[in-house]
């Protein structure tokens, strides 16, 4: 059962995230021990692959065409990395969330989550981390399959975000109804420090 979350995390990475509604409140999270050791690949996201685990969050690395370097066959086949962190509902075995650490393309740190369809919009994703602190992450983009909120990180909640074990992400349905969900998100200070390697190594490379 571990190794088909784990390839069903894997396989939605560079996808938008493939569910619809919102169901009841039963959450699974897969942890380091359950995925594949660092290199690990899967077969059918040949271009990614697992460079580490991190408590509950995995380095997924790939090499993601990036509409802003068009005619560059160098810049387009960079390797970028992400942390992840799927919460999967239990019952139906279906990735419902997914919380998201990458550097954006100015270099900023951006928090991103993955969620239903069928939420109000206008109300975005509550992001609540074990100090009490609230981030209010508003949607960007949502699809038949999917909506995605993101927030830039600054220093403080970066300290934040580290320090913290838990943290609860909060949505509403249409009907205002608040859906709540609880991510353990340890291992946290290991994978961000994991991911600024990653990124130092890819500006050298550049320069």
């Known amino acids: 059962m571990f190794m088909r979350l784990r390839r069903l995390f894997l396989a939605t990475f560079f996808a938008s995230l493939v569910c ?7 959450w699974a999270q897969t942890t380091s021990a ?7 690949q899967d077969p059918k996201q040949p271009n990614t692959r697992v460079a580490g ?3 509950n969050w995995t380095l997924l690395c790939g090499k993601e065409e990036d509409p802003n370097t068009e005619g560059d066959a160098q810049a387009a086949e960079e390797e970028r990395c992400s942390l992840v962190l799927p919460l999967i509902e239990k019952k139906t075995q279906k990735l419902i969330f997914r919380v998201i ?24 994703v509550q992001f609540a981390t074990d100090s009490g602190k609230v981030y209010g992450l508003p949607f ?64 050298e490379k550049k320069n």
């Open 140 to 203: 960007q983009t949502c699809l038949p399959m999917g909506c995605k909120a993101l927030y830039l990180v600054t220093d403080e909640m970066r300290q934040d975000l580290s320090k913290s074990t838990k943290a609860t992400i909060v949505v509403y349905a249409l009907n205002g109804k608040q859906i709540q969900t609880v991510a353990e998100i340890k291992g946290l200070p290991l994978g961000l420090e994991a991911l600024d390697k990653k990124r130092t190594a890819l500006v």
């Open 20 to 26: 619809g509604g919102l169901p009841a409140t039963s």
């Open 101 to 124: 650490l990458v550097y954006g393309p100015k270099g900023r740190l951006v928090l991103r989550v993955d969620g239903p369809t069928g939420v109000a919009l206008q109300r975005g």
């Open 34 to 40: 359950e995925k594949a050791p660092p290199g690990a």
């Open 53 to 55: 685990g991190y408590g």
